[in-house]
């Protein structure tokens, strides 16, 4: 069972509230703290004619990759070095599928890697992530900024205890 993850009002990337956003929802699976969602970028998001531009797929990582490193903190976290490996390009009109997962946990750093793949299956990006939890007294702020929601209700909890 996959668990809708929290939205920030204003968030590029999934902030309802943001009228230049993505709209995103992400998911985690609550039992393996993998974080997943899909995307299908339009015209909109392209560098070149017909190709995704490059910030838009690390955005996407970027985002997957945090909530990885938050659902297995349980802290907020903040990026502090991305690295991403273009291998194809992305189209519009062609879904993505985001999956991370975190590869390393210490108290102090996490370490997270994220694919991006097209509808055929075909890797477009690979990145990898290392993020700092914020201290623990800043979390429960910063989570009851997010927007309440039914659909984001259980994580929220899971992410509170």
């Given amino acids: 069972m996959l668990l809708e993850l929290p939205h920030s009002a204003h968030c590029l990337v999934c902030g309802p509230q943001n009228p ?3 709209h995103l929802s992400l998911f985690v699976n609550p039992t393996t703290g993998i974080v997943s969602t ?7 998001h392209i560098g070149f004619e017909n190709i995704l531009h490059g910030g838009i797929l690390m955005t996407l990582a970027d985002e997957a990759m945090a909530w990885s490193a938050i ?3 349980k802290r907020l976290c903040l990026a502090a070095e991305l690295t991403t490996r273009f291998l194809s390009p992305a189209r519009p009109g062609s879904p993505l599928t985001i999956t991370a997962t975190i590869t390393s946990k210490r108290p102090r750093l996490l370490t997270s890697h994220c694919t991006l793949h097209n509808a055929a299956n075909q890797l477009i990006s690979e990145s990898t992530g290392k993020f700092i939890p914020l201290p623990e007294s800043q979390t429960p ?5 997010l927007l ?3 659909n984001t209700a259980q994580a929220v909890s899971l992410l509170q205890s």
């Fill in 20 to 22: 230049h956003g993505l």
């Fill in 38 to 44: 899909t995307f299908t970028p339009t015209k909109d």
């Fill in 71 to 73: 659902w297995a903190s």
């Fill in 141 to 145: 702020t910063l989570l009851n900024s």
């Fill in 148 to 150: 309440p929601h039914p």
